[in-house]
């Protein structure tokens, strides 16, 4: 995954390492849902940009949220998979910290 951003940005045509998991997954990166901040509406990626990952054969899971800018429908489009366990996930991203445990 050290190459997302390139990847995002269309500057690389390979973002994961050349290992793939068993099931023939180039990886799964989750997008948590915000709960710091009450009034957070951004989104760490863009429905277009899942869209990318996707196509790259990465597993995108969007975890619910009615606050978020975007909303769960353009990302299932784009071919997100919307579901509240990030288990899962290789990475899961967020706009802010998450809460600590």
Known sequence: MRHLHALLTKRAH???PQRQSSSG???????A??????????????PAQV??????GIKVIV???NRRAYRE??????GA??????SDANLIIGVKKPLQD
């Open 14 to 16: 390979l973002i994961l």
């Open 25 to 31: 997954d180039k990886g799964v990166v989750a997008i």
């Open 33 to 46: 849902r915000e709960t710091i901040n009450l009034w957070e509406r951004r989104a760490p990626l863009s």
């Open 51 to 56: 869209g990318i990952l996707v196509k790259s």
């Open 63 to 65: 975890q619910p949220s």
């Open 73 to 78: 429908a353009q990302y299932r489009y784009y």
């Open 81 to 86: 998979h919307i579901q509240e366990d990030l």
